[in-house]
């Protein structure tokens, strides 16, 4: 079993910045490799993708909307991922979730993950 416990939200005007984190844990994650990744969830909103970092950080994906203003990095030392989002738009307003699954490479749907956070709120005031 995998654990993943996210923290960093809050209430940040447009414009501001914002860094996630997310801490792993559980008796696999640090022998097996895992892809890690951040959706995020409005209200009245399907959950959807937002970026994707492959087990060595070498590769990563991004959703269109966020690519040049998010950054996705983890340090697997601290079984930790990051997500920095700069330029924070209201659009942005959702909650963030952490997600991963077994394996080396991207994934870029909700649907391809097995493990996942609470859950941390970030609300972008206009």
């Known amino acids: 079993q995998v654990q993943l416990v996210e923290s960093g939200g809050g209430l940040v005007q447009a414009g501001g910045s914002l860094r996630l984190s997310c801490a792993a844990s559980?008796?696999?994650?640090?022998?097996?490799?895992?892809?890690m990744g951040w959706c995020r969830q409005a209200p009245g909103k399907e959950r959807e993708f937002v970026a994707t970092?492959?087990?060595?950080?070498?590769?990563?994906y991004y959703e269109d909307s966020v690519k040049g203003r998010f950054t996705i990095s983890r340090d697997n030392a601290k079984n930790t991922v990051y997500l920095q989002m700069n330029s924070l738009k209201p659009e942005d307003t959702a909650v963030y979730y952490c997600?991963?699954?077994?394996?080396?490479?991207?994934?870029?749907?909700?649907?391809?993950?097995?493990?996942w956070g609470q859950g941390t709120q970030v609300t972008v005031s206009s």
């Open positions: 559980g008796r696999t994650f640090s022998t097996l490799i895992y892809t």
């Open positions: 970092i492959s087990w060595t950080g070498r590769s990563t």
């Open positions: 997600a991963a699954k077994r394996g080396s490479v991207g994934i870029m749907t909700p649907l391809g993950y097995d493990y």
